[in-house]
């Protein structure tokens, strides 16, 4: 008979579990079996799940040996702890000389646990997440059980409310925590512990809205300034508005900053404030659980150098804890981008953009830009976060048309030019568009600078040289401002920095 494949065994570590805690929860488990995931960069694929039996109170298997970033054990109706450790933290499996790594687990049936979030009048929060964590327990040599010291508790489920503000999630009696992601609200103290029982439920979860953060902006002569860029220092999306004739603003929270060194939230926000068209700035730190603060903002602009919109938007960042093995492979990664698309750095010419059909412009090639500042915008009809991305732009191109800059929209091909067209003026897209061609011009010349992802940015100088491409590493401005989130921004940076 033909031999199909070949399967090569190498020596592993064999572990044995043996099961504590509840003897009745453990006696639930006799008979069935066990779900054990393992979590490492040293296996195929990443990780391995299996399911063994339970047999005198104890599962058996084989692992390759190595490091491990996590383990978790599972089955019906109950909790097996401890959960070993999250990614930050590595631990070993290694064969005793043909013995087993043994360790404890402590095993404890589950609830079904019924409880609400509501505001402090009452009112239900439908569609919140709410994050649940137990005690990380495990058990010594004695049969005592303790709690895992540098990982406590661990996040077990984050079950969403319905339209009266309910959630049910199963829990193993003892400790558990409570926490809350909503858009809009917000709870103090940020968790709440409580105790879980079959025949208890726990309080109810009270939170409260965010607040909105209301202020007017002047200039160094204590004018409104009207227009002027009024934006959250952020982690994540970029939230901002642009002031009234008055030079009022409104600014509705929607998350707390978070504090990277003490791992909680910060009870404060901080704006930053720009007139599009001069070069005076203006950052403000608002306690938010003061209304006084918050709805009386007073944003007194003075004229700041180019760089100082990157300094002050940009927080520095706090180094994340990696093991070695994810270290090393950081730093992999990190030298391949370092290398990748040099054709694409700053200083090099964008790729020349021929062929297409091209709207809103009498321009038939990027060269005849020459003169302005472009931005690059690479998109698709169906890409949601292109979408997302559309009122930003069309706010870049309202503030900074008339100082020397368009945006150039380009949509790579798969659409018939009259679609992207149609498309393009129903989301009042009025600056100039070019489809590409059918046969891909545009886009096989941007993926040789690393044009790959959607949506793309690069901003162009009146030179036709690249500024800043989102897609490649430039050492000038690692950890600031990027395109992705700080478009207003790097354009503004760009123009003041000219005029300098």
């Known amino acids: 008979s033909a031999m199909i494949a070949t399967t090569v065994l190498s020596p592993g570590t064999r572990i044995r579990l043996y099961l504590r805690g509840d003897p009745d929860a453990v006696a639930h488990l006799v008979g069935k079996k066990i779900a054990v995931r393992l979590f490492s960069p040293e296996i195929p694929g990443g990780r391995m799940i299996h399911h063994y039996p339970v047999e005198n109170r104890s599962i058996e298997f084989c692992v390759p040996a190595g490091q491990y970033e996590s383990m978790t054990l599972s ?28 360790k404890n687990c402590v095993v404890r049936k ?57 959630y049910t999630v199963k829990l193993p009696e003892g400790q ?45 002569r204590q004018e409104p300034v009207s227009k002027a860029v009024v934006r959250l220092r952020p982690f994540g999306e970029p939230n901002y508005e642009l002031t009234d004739v008055d030079g009022r603003f409104s600014i509705q929270l929607e998350f707390f900053d978070f504090d990277q060194n003490t791992k909680t939230r910060k009870l404060e926000s901080t704006l930053i404030a720009f007139d599009p068209r001069s070069d005076e700035a203006q950052l ?10 918050y709805e009386k ?17 940009v927080q520095e960042p706090v180094a994340p804890e990696f093991s070695e093995k994810a270290k090393a492979q950081r730093e992999k990664y990190m030298e391949k981008f370092r290398n990748e698309y040099q054709a694409g750095r700053p200083g090099n010419q964008a790729p020349e953009m021929t062929g297409g059909t091209w709207f809103n412009t009498e321009a038939q090639t990027l060269e005849d830009f020459r003169g302005q500042y472009v931005l690059l915008d ?28 368009t945006i150039l929209s380009v949509h790579i091909a798969g659409q018939t030019p009259e679609n992207v067209k149609q ?37 162009i100088g009146p030179d036709g040289n690249i500024l800043h491409n989102e897609n490649v590493y430039d050492p000038a401005i690692e950890g600031g ?17 000219a005029k300098k």
């Open 75 to 102: 089955a019906d109706g109950v909790m097996i702890t401890p959960v070993l450790p999250s990614t930050i933290y590595t631990f070993d499996f290694v064969d005793f000389e043909g013995g087993f790594v043994e």
């Open 110 to 166: 589950t609830n079904e646990v019924r409880g609400r979030v509501v505001t402090a009048t009452g009112e239900p929060v439908a569609g919140a997440y709410v994050m649940l964590s137990v005690e990380n327990l495990f058990a010594d040599e004695s049969g005592e059980q303790k709690l895992i010291e540098n990982l406590p508790w661990f996040w077990t489920s984050m079950p969403q409310t319905d339209e009266a503000g309910n």
């Open 176 to 220: 558990a925590k409570i926490q809350m992601q909503s858009r809009g609200y917000y709870s103090d103290p940020e968790e709440m512990q409580f105790p879980v029982s079959h025949h208890l439920s726990p309080p109810d979860y009270v939170v409260r809205p965010m607040p909105i953060l209301k202020g007017v902006v002047l200039n160094s």
């Open 284 to 293: 403000a730190v608002v306690k938010v659980k003061d209304p006084s603060e």
């Open 297 to 313: 903002i007073q944003l007194d602009l003075q004229p700041q150098k180019a760089e100082w919109i990157a300094k002050t938007l």
């Open 378 to 405: 690479f998109w698709f009809i169906g890409c949601g976060p292109c979408e997302r991305d559309l009122p930003e732009l069309k706010i870049a191109q309202q503030l900074f048309a008339n100082q020397n800059f």
């Open 423 to 459: 498309f393009a003026d129903s989301k009042g897209m009025k600056y100039p568009l070019v489809v590409d061609s059918p046969s891909e011009e545009i886009l096989e010349a941007y993926e040789q600078i690393g044009v790959k992802s959607f949506p793309s940015y690069i901003l």
């Open 481 to 497: 401002l990027n395109l992705h989130q700080h478009k207003l921004e790097t354009i503004y940076q760009a123009l003041r920095s």
